[in-house]
């Protein structure tokens, strides 16, 4: 009976192992880890970069955004405003795992 109770305990513990990992993997956010495969998944990547940074009324004034591939890359970038002074935002991002390399607003 011993052996059959710490079978069952061993059982519950990676029952429950499994269930925090499928969880866990549920709120890791809308984009899965892993390579940046088109312009929209690295556009969206950059907007969520820049958004706690700039505010997502500054974000929203740069549409539409560019996303360019180059070298492993994605460089990503908004659009000046008409009539505006300054620049724009600007991502570069890692096509191999969406890593932010760096970010900027143009002003530098």
């Given at each position: 009976?011993?052996?059959?109770?710490?079978?069952?305990?061993?059982?519950?513990?990676?029952?429950?192992v499994f269930s925090l990992g499928q969880s866990m993997k549920s709120?890791?956010?809308?984009?899965?880890?892993?390579?940046v495969h088109n312009a929209k998944?690295?556009?969206?990547?950059a907007v969520a970069a820049w958004t706690p940074v700039y505010g997502r009324e500054?974000?929203?004034?740069?549409?539409?955004?560019?996303?360019?591939?180059?070298?492993g890359v994605w460089t990503v970038e908004g659009t000046l405003p008409s009539n505006s002074a300054g620049g724009v935002?600007?991502?570069?991002?890692?096509?191999?795992n969406g890593r932010v390399i760096r970010m900027s607003d143009g002003r530098r």
């Open positions: 009976m011993g052996r059959t109770v710490r079978v069952l305990a061993v059982l519950v513990a990676l029952a429950a709120r890791s956010g809308d984009r899965p880890p892993g390579p998944a690295a556009i969206e990547i500054q974000i929203e004034k740069q549409k539409p955004f560019r996303a360019l591939l180059r070298g935002v600007l991502a570069e991002i890692a096509s191999d």
